[in-house]
Nanobody, 127 residues
Framework: QVQLVESGGDSVQSGGSLRLSCAAY????????MGWFRQVLGQVREGVAA???????SYADSVKGRFTISQDNAKNTLYLQMNSLKPEDTAMYYC?????????????????????WGQGTQVTVFS
């Protein structure tokens, strides 16, 4: 099992930047895929970015060119660098991890049933 703890959410002006962190504890060695999802209350959860154990990455079209996902294996930490933030990026951001191999695309990976989730960190972008 793995425990995930997010941090870094904040309120920021449009055009600004934030870096989210997700610290992983437990059996991190066997994780195949990690990623970030976001959800606005009352709306469908959206995959934002994902990274597989081989380093390959996947991004939602809405964040391509603005967000960068990365991981520090030595620190067991996942990051999401968010630049050029827009009000529509406002959401609760969740970190997720999965041991299942095969799918790690932001639109093909669904960790809902078999993955692990953090508690979320709020990002608010004001204009």
């Amino acid at each position: 099992q793995v425990q995930l703890v997010e941090s870094g959410g904040d309120s920021v002006q449009s055009g600004g930047s934030l870096r989210l962190s997700c610290a992983a504890y437990g059996d991190t060695y066997s994780i195949y895929c990690m990623g970030w999802f976001r959800q606005v209350l009352g709306q469908v959860r959206e995959g934002v970015a994902a990274i597989a154990s081989d380093g390959s990455t996947s991004y939602a079209d809405s964040v391509k060119g603005r967000f960068t996902i990365s991981q520090d294996n030595a620190k067991n930490t996942l990051y999401l660098q968010m630049n050029s933030l827009k009000p529509e990026d406002t959401a609760m951001y969740y970190c997720a991890a999965d041991y299942r191999t095969g799918r790690c695309g932001v639109t093909t990976w669904d960790p809902t049933l078999a993955g692990y989730w953090g508690q979320g960190t709020q990002v608010t972008v004001f204009s």
